[in-house]
């Protein structure tokens, strides 16, 4: 059993949690993730690791709720317990020998662009920072991103903070402005990271993203994070879920994404916890 040491609200969606995992706080690096189960009848839930202290044994995870398992997590207090806890999963990020890197998130994306942004930074890389919201009132991040890069960008789509715009567009005027970047990270929705991508590729900068394809086991045996990238099948949970963001056949990943829609939609509307929000006036 692991024990949720802290809880935080970073906005009105989206959880902090704080876990007792000692193992995983030693040997975690960014890039990989965890895969927990609430109880002996939850789901297995992939979850990337947004921080770790090793000194207290605890491994940070930060969730978007949007759907059945995230709404029962968010309800979770400090002194829980959660059955498993397993980690760390995946394929470590490769960054390579680099001298300057643009880290970009997308809204929830960030917790997971951030561990990549901490690690260049303490590597000695100069990173600049372009952190895309929709509006001002679900930033989130702000003051942990200041301490681990060299120059912060806030762009939101309505304008309501930091500048006005995608981070697309920022990531353009950066790189029209001279700056050379060895390594473009993207972390966020499909769309982004696709559209993130056709602006580095005329310029051949090398552009990492990080996949999120449904997953099950997340050791390689059942099949269900299988992706494609450059032409041949990946699974996302051992090959990633980092890959060459220029090689991602993004429209197959969206469409494999949606299988599922129907019944999450069920499960939504007969989720307990969604229907007492509600009640209350709205999932918080
Ligand atoms: C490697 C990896 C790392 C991730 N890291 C984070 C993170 O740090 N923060 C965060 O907010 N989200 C993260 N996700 C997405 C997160 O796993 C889903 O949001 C979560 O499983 C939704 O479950 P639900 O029951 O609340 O929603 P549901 O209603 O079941 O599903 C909502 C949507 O979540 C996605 N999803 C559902 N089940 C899975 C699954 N087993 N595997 C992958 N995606 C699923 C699908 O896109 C689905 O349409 C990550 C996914 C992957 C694959
Ligand atoms: S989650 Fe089963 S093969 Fe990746």
Redesign the pocket.
Known sequence: MYKILRRKQLNDTVVRLDVEAPFIAKKAKAGQ?IILRIDERG??????I?DTNAEEGSVS???????????LLSQMKEGDFLLDFVGPL?AATEFGDIKKACVIGGG?GN??AYPSAKALFNMGVDVDVIAGFRSKDIVILEDEYKEVCNRLFITTDDGTYGEKGFVTNKLQDLIDAGNNYDLVIAIGPIPMMKFVSKVTEPYNIKTLVSL?????DGTGMCGG?RVTVGGEIKF?CVDG?DFDGHQVDYDELMKR??T??EF?AH??ENCRMYKAADEMGGAK
């Open positions: 993730f789901e297995r839930m992939p979850l990337t947004a995870i930060i969730f978007q709720i949007v759907g059945q398992t995230t709404m995946g929830v917790a997971i999120n394809p449904i997953m099950i994070c996302a879920p994404n949606s599922y829609r999450e499960d939504r």
